[in-house]
């Protein structure tokens, strides 16, 4: 609260990006925990909620007319433009903003006050939603080859593991802390995914600590033990995720990759994905790409390119394509690591899962599969989503492109996935929230050192209970495509520009009609059509029987029954453009509506409830109009007579030929 | 005989019939009576002309053929109809090859339909055929058209379009053995078929085709206007030569009335003649009901005022035909404003025409001026849509053209927007669809191709012009004339588009089919020219362009971004791209209405709304999430918005197993619903009733 120099202020003015001509006047207020802003006006006051967490920096304009613009650019790619009317309340906003977006301490995020009305033994209980040991399980492990060590169980070999971690049954303790000893950051290879049908598996680790000539024997006889625990193999894959130059530039800091003689029966194999740095990078080109206010279709294209981020999800899938492949079809395991293993490694293991095992293409199963590869085994999302102020360099959108890959998927493969892309978004929002406390800290020693458990709630429960909105109407598991491994195509026109991510606030770029929304709706109401079905089966059966005995209370079911009928069936949901205007992000015409969890709070219901999106009607669907005539007038306003300029070129004109 | 191909490869639906040479099931049914004349006039043509001109055939055929004196007189009808038909017959004698296979060809596609499935059926029906004619030659031209269809073998079982990817499809081995092109081809082996693979393909669907040859194996490349390519290994190189020559002959085929759609004859029922459709007289009743501003005016009834417009216009009331000729005189081609839609909703129209005829010293014509002001209302101004930039539209002037002046058109309000002109867009497409096929796996590459083709850009111009007026005349209630320089393409993409924007009536199929007809074949855009070479024509383009193209990809546009607004779906946009640049009806033939009623068209010729209205073909082209949307739709045209067509562009280049998947699915999901909806309903009822019945039971 110190850090609030100004809780509140008077006629903000909220720009509307796609329109500068769309201004809401409003107030707006700083709390712990969220900006607010209220538009003013009796019908509907709009809100907006953004929390700290979701702030990724906030920038001061030159002042305008109207006042001092802050720009406010959040995480999950909203971008919103205020104007204030006094320079002091403005850099008073700012300065606040500045420090409450950049939490010092763990104590100061979002996750560590919000509490939902929840009790002690549900919050517990949440935590138990997800168990990775009965992940394990279902993979079929431990078995006759793999089994628990208890070696990381004080997190004493690596402290950056979780605590249970499967290996070989035939390596000794002494093996593994040897081996843990020669891998950058005591991380030693580890089983992350087992295929049952051919005892193939996926291993991670780090970087052996090889340098130009060193070996260890105990690694050696690591790497050996995983491939004789695939009985039906002759060799194994180790897979350096990481271009060939820089693994190479790696030996000089004594560490590097393995070497193909020491080791006995292994293919060694470069992928070159590039590293966190040039990824950063790359996603912020993409991100002002995005951003861009009516770009010429080669502006958007050129700066795609140039973006370089759709060639780096090209090289992530290959990378998993490559490793699904071989445990798929050739029944070898593999061993991946990058440098540390936590960035690209954890990319590349869990897009080979999804390719692998239909499970990760449910909702429970990509959540597990999250819960596994990345918050278990250590991906560092304090530094990487940049949670606490902190070394910029250490930011990086790693899982935001796993996330993407599974999106690009998705597109190939429209009925191989039980979720939808609004579960992937609606991750990727709390991945950046801080909103639960999953995805807070760096590892699982360092989330049980801070009781998060005790603290915070977990996101999966909240996740599930809102599973219908999450569901691929198209989903057919019994489809041949979704059984076994998916072999999407690589070709560059594969890839796409991903719009409902990074313009997911931008409302006006979508289709105005969802083809999901609306086969949602008419799963639903098939849904209910099968229950009234049975009832009337029922009914006459019962009619049939004793038609004299039940008339009176067969009426009143009947009666009750037809007006349920009498909602528009036949002129259903379906193709009536109000019902899936807004549908996707937040209801028309409140633009700003918070996602479902940040809603859930009791504080939070401060305003009431904001209005409904009954009113998007007609005019919202008709609002693409402002900028046609933009580029040829170089104004954005319609073409009526005071504002646009066209060069009237007559004789006298300045164009004259 | 080895064969690139691609396409799904079809289940054969029957087995294997014997194979057709030598001995011939011989059934000619009665009620096929009709047809059979028709077989016989033409077949007996084709064969007279082979006969009588080549000694090579005539050795084959000699005494065996019949001089029926059907073919005498059809013979002796085409030498006076069409010279070249004659000049054809003479031809062969010359290169003795290549032409003679067209001819048969046609024969064989005109039972396409027959076969669709199924080659064998196919074969029966030409046995038929054979019976007829009584002649042996036929059974080579059955050889000859199996070789044109391409009766495939595929590989083992891979069914699958992944198995092996050559240029951009399944390998198949096609069981032909060729021999000398005199005596065509030995009958395919069928032993072991276990599934059969037949592509139909229409000369006038190639666009270009390469030869290579390594040692004896030669191969020729299809490249077709449908953006399809495949490659056929022919062994020995005399028999790829004469393919390919033939190919390349038969496929750049000059005169129109020689064009397929004149020998075709449909094998299905014409319930409702497409020709007598779309009448501009129907339009105009429904103008009638909501204004009396308009009249229709028969001044072009000769087509001497605009050669390229219909001889019936819809044009305001109040002027006369003698100011309209004096308007057509000041404007390009003749083309003066005329109505090309009237918004219900608030009254307002938009016209079209063609630039005005300005010159350098700024040319006035007072009956044009009156013509485009009479649309006003008193006190209203109008906007005039200029499709060129003003730079473009200045230069015209210096070749006579150029473009309203305000001063002559106080009550309007000048646009200029930048819709590319033919040769840019032509030059675009085969960009563009040269980086769909590049087989190199680089990202950077894809996108800075597909930015540097400009197809996206010409694509969100388009639209957004065509947005512009219809924000003109829905938002700003103006009336709008939109115009370019000739009138006939950036204009017609602009009225269309803002048509399927205002009018939902547009987005039906029969409405869609209607705007065709209206905005595009009877306002005079040039089909024929435009559409005469695709994206893989090597030579310097004439006056092609992918002007309807451009159109089409514009409407899917729109109809991603509503998906449930729209009757009609994505094939139904596929088929338009496919029939304007290669048909087997004639909707698409000939420039204007001008030459298509020189061409006979509605005579002579099948018209593709004849076939498509039928209710076996139009269940593919439904949409079933469409549920009338009577709103106008705005459409998003930023840049993020815009897609790739993939359904043409990369059509043959990505598998669609699992999109398709998705659609049945999608089908599945919507049919269901249907059917538990009407389920429902009837135990409803049926509840009710017996409700009823019970009622006097229970009533004390």
Redesign the interface.
Known sequence: MEHIRMPKVENVRLVDRSSSRRIQVGTLYLTATHIIFVGKGSEDRNELWVLHSLVCNVVKHKSSQSGYPLLIHCKNFQVIQFIIPQESDCHNVYISLSRLSRPEKYEELYCFSFNPNVDKAEREHSWDFLNLKAEYSRMGLPNKLWHVTPINREYRVCDTYPADLFVPKSVTLPVIVGSSKFRSRGRFPTLSYYCKENHATICRSSQPLSGFSARCLEDEQMLQAIMKSNPGSRFMYVVDTRPKLNAMANRAAGKGYENEDNYCNIKFQFIGIENIHVMRNSQQKLIEVSALRSPSMGEFLLGLENSDWLRHIKSTMEAGIFISKAVAEEGVSVLVHCSDGWDRTAQVCSVASVLLDPYYRTIKGLMVLIEKDWVSFGHKFSHRCGHLDGEPKEVSPVIDQFLECVWQLMEQFPCAFEYNEKFLISIHNHVYSCHYGNFICNSQKERKDLCIKEKSHSIWPHLWESKLDFMNPLFKPDQSQNQGLLRPSTAPYCFKYWRRLYNRFDRELHPRQSELDCLMTIKEETQQLEEELALYEQKLAVLDKERAKTLYMQKGVLDSKQALWSLPLDTSLANTPQDYIGGFIGGAPNVFTLQQGERESAELSLFGDKPKSSDADSSDQESGVADFSSHSSGEESLPSEDSVKYPDSDETGPNRA | MELWGDGDAGEAEHPPAAPPDGEVSAVLVLEQAQVRDELLEAGSCHLRIVSAASPHRERASAGLFPETPDAADWMSQLNRETRSLTHLGCHLVLDSTPRDWRLLSDVMLWSEHAARLNPFTQLKKLSTFVRVTASPWMEVAIKVAILIQICLKSVAKSNTK?WKRGSGGVRFLVPLNIMEFAELIKTPRVDGVDNTEELWLLHANIDSTEKRFVGSLGTIIVKCKDLRVIQLDIPGMEECLNIASSIEALSTLDSVSLMYPFFYRPLFEVIEDGWQLFVPGEAFKDLESMTDEWRLSEVNKDFSVCPSYPSLLTVPKDIDDESLCKAASFRHGGRFPVLSYYHKKNGMVMMRAAQPLTGTN?RRCKEDEKLINATLCAGK?G?IIDTRT??VA??A??RGGGFE???NYPQW??????IERSNILQESLIKLVEA?NDQS????????K??AS?W??H??EIL??A??AA??ID??GASVLVHGTEGTDSTLQVTSLAQIILDPACRTIRGFEALIEREWLQAGHPFQQRCAQSAYSNGKPRSEAPVFLLFLDCVWQIL??????FQFNENFLIMLFEHAYASQFGTFLGNSVTERVKLQLSQKTVSLWSWVNRPQELERFLNP?????N??????????????W?GVF?RW???T???D??YQ??VH??E??KE??N??NS??R???Q??TE??P??TP
């Open positions: 992944e700024g101004r906007y003003i730079a200045q230069q002037k210096a002046q305000e001063a309000r000048r646009i200029h927007k930048a769909c796996h680089s990202m950077d590459r894809w996108l800075s597909l930015e400009n996206q850009s694509v969100k957004t012009t947005c512009l924000q003109c938002r700003e991603r971004q509503f998906p449930c607004s999430l469409y549920e009338p949307n709103l106008v739709i705005w459409p998003s045209v930023a840049p993020q918005s815009l897609l790739l993939e990369l280049n990505r598998s197993k699992c999109l998947e998705a699915e999608m999901i919507i269901y619903n538990l909806q389920k429902v135990l409803r049926q509840l009710a017996l409700e019970d009622s039971l229970q």
